[in-house]
């Protein structure tokens, strides 16, 4: 019954003491960012640290050949996807290939198939990226980690949302409430408060932690950038066909997050349509 489900700090302790199950994130990925950011290292440097992944590896070069990365099926080798893709992009390469098998589940709890979490994702790391270009370059490689990252909370809710589905309906269908307000309604927190607490455990770095925290509600991270890039770019994956459903269409962009960017709206059409096209070569 609902009255016997948690909800609150005893859900969250719950929650939180559930992550430590989390599979944890593949030491690859954070090797990559050190190579990257070692202005020691070379490319031979961050091909070693694919190497001793054959897995991992793999995935690299299925990722790398994709059309999204204008390679389509050019890539025989990690020696060659260094050589075509440069360092940068193939840092975002290991990314992804680290952090696909997380996000390309199915989310019925959410109303998310297969694919639709890893689609809004991808859409929204590849708009963080572009603004971070814009404003501020040395967060380019954090804003991509954020957007990729920022919804992983959703996974970790999704079986307590689903135990609670009917309640969840009559908050939303009823009450007319957004799922990030019925979330907070039902449970106590919404999902990204949850994705910082795991990123945190994972040890990502604490920029990163927190632009997912408050990507929602950046005006609470006061002068941070990078929560600000990160709610601008969600709504930009919405504008481009990558969004969440109902939920992401009932959400108004906040003026006052471009001003702090000092963004146009002239640059979110620019931002939209790179991202539409980001997400055309995803799917071919």
């Known amino acids: 019954?609902?009255?016997?489900?948690?909800?609150?700090?005893?859900?969250?302790?719950?929650?939180?003491?559930?992550?430590?199950?989390?599979?944890?994130?593949?030491?690859?990925?954070?090797?990559?960012?050190?190579?990257?950011?070692?202005?020691?290292?070379?490319?031979?440097?961050?091909?070693?640290?694919?190497?001793?992944?054959?897995?991992?590896?793999?995935?690299?070069?299925?990722?790398?050949?994709?059309?999204?990365f204008g390679m389509s099926g050019r890539v025989s080798s990690l020696q060659q996807a260094t050589v075509l893709l440069g360092?940068?992009?193939?840092?975002?390469?290991?990314?992804?290939?680290?952090?696909?098998?997380?996000?390309?589940k199915s989310l019925p709890g959410y109303q998310l198939k297969s694919g639709?979490?890893?689609?809004?994702?991808?859409?929204v790391a590849t708009g963080s990226d572009l603004i971070a270009a814009k404003v501020e370059p040395r967060f380019r490689e954090d804003a991509f980690v954020a957007g990729l990252l920022h919804d992983?909370?959703?996974?970790?809710?999704?079986?307590?949302?689903?135990?609670?589905?009917?309640?969840?309906?009559?908050y939303i269908e009823q009450d007319g409430l957004?799922?990030?307000?019925?979330?907070?309604?039902?449970?106590?927190f919404d999902h990204a408060h949850i994705a910082a607490e795991a990123c945190q455990r994972w040890n990502f770095p604490a920029q990163v932690t927190r632009a997912i925290r408050y990507h929602h509600t950046p005006a609470k991270a006061g002068e941070?950038?990078?929560?600000?890039?990160?709610?601008?770019?969600?709504?930009?994956?919405r504008l481009s066909g990558g969004g969440l459903g109902n939920d992401d269409l009932m959400e108004e962009m906040d003026q006052g997050a471009l001003s702090f960017l000092g963004l146009s709206q002239g640059d979110v059409g620019d931002f939209t349509c790179a991202v539409t096209d980001a997400l055309s070569r995803m799917t071919e």
């Open 1 to 68: 019954m609902e009255t016997e489900l948690s909800s609150g700090e005893a859900l969250r302790e719950e929650i939180l003491g559930s992550l430590k199950d989390l599979p944890p994130m593949p030491q690859v990925v954070f090797k990559a960012r050190e190579v990257l950011a070692d202005p020691n290292s070379g490319m031979r440097d961050l091909t070693h640290v694919i190497e001793n992944d054959p897995a991992m590896a793999s995935k690299v070069l299925r990722i790398a050949n994709s059309a999204f």
């Open 87 to 104: 360092a940068k992009i193939l840092g975002k390469v290991i990314t992804m290939a680290g952090i696909s098998g997380l996000l390309g």
């Open 178 to 188: 957004s799922m990030l307000e019925a979330e907070i309604q039902i449970l106590g």
């Open 152 to 170: 992983n909370g959703k996974i970790i809710l999704e079986p307590h949302v689903r135990r609670r589905q009917e309640i969840f309906s009559t």
């Open 116 to 123: 639709d979490l890893w689609r809004h994702s991808v859409a």
């Open 224 to 237: 941070e950038r990078l929560p600000h890039i990160l709610y601008v770019a969600n709504h930009i994956a």
